[in-house]
């Protein structure tokens, strides 16, 4: 066991809808993670195991509606600054 990890970190997940065009890029990288409803896409949670996936999919997303925020940190991982 590692003592110095601490607690697992968790993401804050969020998609402004009224910024996503509905590429369906974030819902074809993580679609456990993402779900197309009507015009936008959202986070099936807002809480969030860090994942690849999820990370690739903020990034991957052309217009940055999707927001990775570090919890306890605050650091935003996504969109790149
Ligand atoms: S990748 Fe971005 S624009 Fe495309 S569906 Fe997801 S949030 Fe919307």
């Known amino acids: 066991v590692n003592q110095d990890a601490g607690p697992p970190q968790r993401w804050r997940l969020a998609v402004d809808p009224d910024v996503c065009i509905s590429s369906g890029v974030c819902t074809g990288c993580a679609p456990d993670a993402f779900e197309l409803v009507g015009r936008a896409s959202r986070p099936l949670r807002s809480d969030?195991?860090?994942?690849?996936?999820?990370?690739?999919?903020?990034?991957?997303?052309?217009?940055?509606?999707?927001?990775?925020?570090?919890?306890?940190?605050?650091?935003?991982?996504?969109?790149?600054?």
């Open 48 to 81: 969030v195991q860090p994942q690849d996936a999820i990370l690739d999919a903020a990034l991957a997303c052309p217009v940055e509606a999707i927001s990775v925020v570090e919890m306890g940190t605050g650091a935003v991982l996504a969109p790149e600054p």
